[in-house]
């Protein structure tokens, strides 16, 4: 069965500053890795994706992932934050990316950033 | 020009009671997906339909009914409505593993 864990359920930062948002999968068949971004009172929206080749992932919004087999992670990094950047992430693995694949979600980790 | 699109926004009720929710996509996709997030922002797939056909059923109570009329609707037929129903509700499509979700319903039961 697969699993996600978000290792942090709050992550406080000051604007400018960098941010790791961490990730930890557990899977028994081939991985496609995903984060997603909830702004308050809305649906979520892809912010990048790993399916295969590159484990370095760059998403929107100058978000990055790096994909890593043998330690069974897929953290997220931003190198200098805004405060537009306060929202949900959630982390999500898939045994599929056709159609009909079920994703399954992590806990969520709420990013705060502060001026 | 919404891409994923569900009615109402908000819904409530009284404990009891039936309500169905709305969606519709105009991304052309075959599969869409009901998910609940609870309290917690916990999400969790309830359903998922691929080309009108139910693929996906999680352990989700009778009560809860999906019907796709076709591949670009999913509605989401709630009987017998009970407190712990309370959440709230996203409708989600998806193409080339990437899921397009609506701004979600939030349900509260009275």
């Known amino acids: 069965a697969q699993s996600v864990t978000q290792l942090d359920s709050q992550v406080p930062v000051f604007e400018e500053a960098p941010v790791e948002l961490r990730c930890n999968y557990s899977?028994?068949?081939?991985?496609?890795l995903f984060w997603y971004v909830q702004y308050p009172n809305q649906g979520l929206q892809l912010l990048l994706k790993y399916l295969s080749g590159s484990t370095l992932v760059k998403g929107i919004n100058g978000f990055e992932a790096e994909f890593n087999k043998s330690q069974t992670s897929f953290h997220l990094r931003k190198p200098s934050v805004h405060i537009s950047d306060t929202a949900e992430y959630f982390c999500?693995?898939?045994?599929?990316?056709?159609?009909?694949?079920?994703?399954?979600f992590g806990q969520g980790t709420e990013l705060s950033v502060k001026p | 020009d919404t891409a994923v699109s569900q009615t109402p926004k908000y819904l409530v009720t009284q404990m009891g009671n039936d309500k169905s929710i709305k969606c519709e996509q105009n991304l052309g996709h075959d599969t869409m997906y009901w998910y609940k997030q609870d309290s917690k922002k916990f999400l969790k797939i309830m359903f998922s339909?691929?080309?009108?056909?139910?693929?996906i059923n999680e352990t989700v109570p009778n009560r809860f009914s999906p019907k796709s009329p076709d591949k670009a609707h999913l509605n989401l037929h709630i009987n017998s409505l009970e407190l712990g129903d309370s959440a709230v509700y996203f409708c989600?499509?998806?193409?080339?593993?990437?899921?397009?979700f609506g701004s979600g319903t939030q349900l509260s039961v009275l």
């Open positions: 339909y691929n080309n009108k056909e139910l693929i």
């Open positions: 989600a499509s998806s193409q080339g593993g990437k899921l397009f």
């Open positions: 899977s028994s068949v081939s991985v496609y």
């Open positions: 999500a693995v898939s045994d599929s990316y056709n159609q009909g694949g079920k994703l399954i």
